[in-house]
């Protein structure tokens, strides 16, 4: 569809909920619709995927670091809401004293969290996002990512796993197991994040599997922390401790007002995800478990990921906002909402 298309679908939708659609107004597309990225990014590539598919709650990304800015008309309201903030400033990356957590395990008896994650997405600096990327841009993405993995040391040295040669069974494994990513996403599908699949991604990690890196995914890294139980401040330290040391080997793109850039506008700021899978059979029958969820910001998804079903009362759920807060104060808003939710289930049994 060309962008014209793609714009009259959008504009003539009447069930249409999406940031995008609150957002582009008629002037707004006419001020846009003939602006162009360095990379050569356009709107059209911004919006193709909530055009495509009109459920979609937020249905823009960026074609390149530099759409925040060229396509800021659009960008910055949709930001703005997604993060519940006023103005657009980020404070400086913080991730606090990491030696002085007043948190530790948010489930002791083991019985309602399954498992803890928590992960970052980082953008190589001088490259676009998937859509404005070629097949080369990956290759060399993927080299200089696994140059600087393959220096970690202690618990978070591991290895590579190219998609390219990895067996249907490994990568179903590793899927099903929560580690790897796949390329079912429909609305990263419109976007382009999947072009040239599966060519320059791959997964990287430790013995243990509680690091991994993604390579090329939605991001051009995801660095991720996790492990089975409730101990926040394991997962965090570890997170913390490997993209501190990864932010001294790779240069990363951060923008003055907006912080770390990502794909999605969803993560820009922190990019910092904080999950638990969580047992919450009696709260999430309660016909108002979204909005207890979204009264603490938090996001319920099921159990393999964004767009995905619950199995047997176990939810996803992390904290929504990333932007206009700083890393410590992103997991801060998790756990606190966390703890509430599990106070709330127990009062229901
Ligand atoms: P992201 O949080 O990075 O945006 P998704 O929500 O798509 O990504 O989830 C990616 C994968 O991580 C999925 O397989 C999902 O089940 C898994 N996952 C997310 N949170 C947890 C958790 N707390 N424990 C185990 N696996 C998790
Ligand atoms: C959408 O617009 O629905 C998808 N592109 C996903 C948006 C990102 N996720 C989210 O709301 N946390």
Redesign the pocket.
Known sequence: MSLEELWNKLKNATDCKSLLKKYLTPEVYEKLKGKKTKCGGTLKECIQSGCENLSSSVGIYACDPEAYDVFSDVMHPVLKDYHKVKELKHPASNFGDVSKLDFGDLDPSGKYI????V?VGRTHQGFGFPPTCTKQHRLDMEKKTVEALKTLQGELAGTYYPLVGMTKETQKQL?DD?FL?NDSDKCLKSAGGYNDWPIGRGIFFNKDKTFLVWVNEEDHL?I?S?QKGGNLAEVYKRLVNATKTLEKKLTFARHDKLGFLTFCPTNVGTTL?A???VKVPKLSAQANFKEICEKFNLQP?G????HTASVGGVY?I?NKRRLGLTEIEAVQEMRRGIEEIIRLEKSLE
């Open positions: 399954v498992s803890t994650r992960r899927t929560h990513f995801r991720i996790m995800g999950s638990v899978h998804r159990v393999d990921g964004e996803d992390s």
